[in-house]
């Protein structure tokens, strides 16, 4: 059998690829930068009986390989961030956070199937000791944050109130400090837990989609803003045991979704005369009070006619 070569060039497909990324791109290179699995695909064609011939085209070289997005590489870089920020992990939570393992498959961490984007990240009630760094505000596409039950402090970070995505922001039962960031650009978030913290300052913005807020056991002051009855899909709202002062306003009982209204508090009170717009009709109304007895009973009076308005459509 002869083997005819044609020397005016040779046409290679190189497909070389990662296992561990997803993305593909078509890249120019020699043949000593792959290593194996390398396919050739060489184009060949018989031209007699025992005999071939390869085609030899244009000399040119594709390579199919599997890379990483830009995107991808930052979720990484800023999951590892944030573990820098941990200094004791009792639990070993973290332990699979290294280059061994795709950041996908650490625990606590889900992503996109296709994407490898980070949506998930959940490391609730690990012990975990140090601060929530800054750089979880790059997972641009993460929808659910869950740091409750931890031994985190220092502030909430602002790049949180950024994440369009954001859903649900689970960070109560940490000793996190400072005023809450603004959570206004947060369009989708649903749910925000901030109770058990040592969080000061007053209400932050927030979004008007948002259904549930938990305040309780901080220490925020000043007064209930009129603003927080414009969230209209207000399903539970919980202020107690902060230094929260003044009356609940009114406009509350318009709110057409809520269920839950749980102020307790010695400067808390309800409003007097009741409203033309009553149609919510709350399943728990708590505004008990603390404090000397003749405030108590006028406060308990105001509130049973704020309940009574909500109560009734």
Known sequence: MVTTLLGIGVHLQLL???????????NSASLLNFSPPLLIIINMKVTAPGQFLLVLMACSVHVVTCSSTPENQIDQLSLLEFKKAI???PQQALASWNDSTHFCNWEGVMCRTRSHRVTNL????????GQIFPSLGNLTLLK????ETNRLSADIPASLGELHHL?????????????????????????????????????????????????????????????VANITKLQLLDLSFNNIAGNIPYEFAKLPEL???????????????????????????????????????????????LAGALQRR
Do not use: M
């Open 16 to 26: 070389a690829c990662n296992r561990t990324e997803s993305r593909r791109s078509w």
């Open 87 to 89: 200094s004791l992990d």
């Open 122 to 129: 959940d490391l609730a009630n690990r012990g975990l000791v």
């Open 144 to 147: 659910h944050l869950s740091l």
């Open 167 to 227: 859903q649900t922001p689970y960070l109560s039962n940490n000793t996190l400090h400072g005023v809450i960031p603004t959570f206004q650009n947060c369009s989708s978030l649903q749910k925000l837990w901030l109770n058990g913290n040592n969080l000061v300052g007053g209400f932050p913005d927030l979004p008007l989609g948002l259904k549930h807020l938990k305040l309780r056991y901080n220490n925020l002051s000043g007064t209930i803003l009129i603003s």
């Open 259 to 305: 269920q839950g209204l749980d102020a307790i508090g010695p400067e808390i009170s309800g409003t007097g005369e009741p409203t033309a717009h009553r149609r919510c009709r709350p399943q728990t109304l708590r505004l008990e009070v603390e404090g000397r007895e003749n405030r108590a009973r006028t406060h308990t009076t105001q509130a049973s006619a």
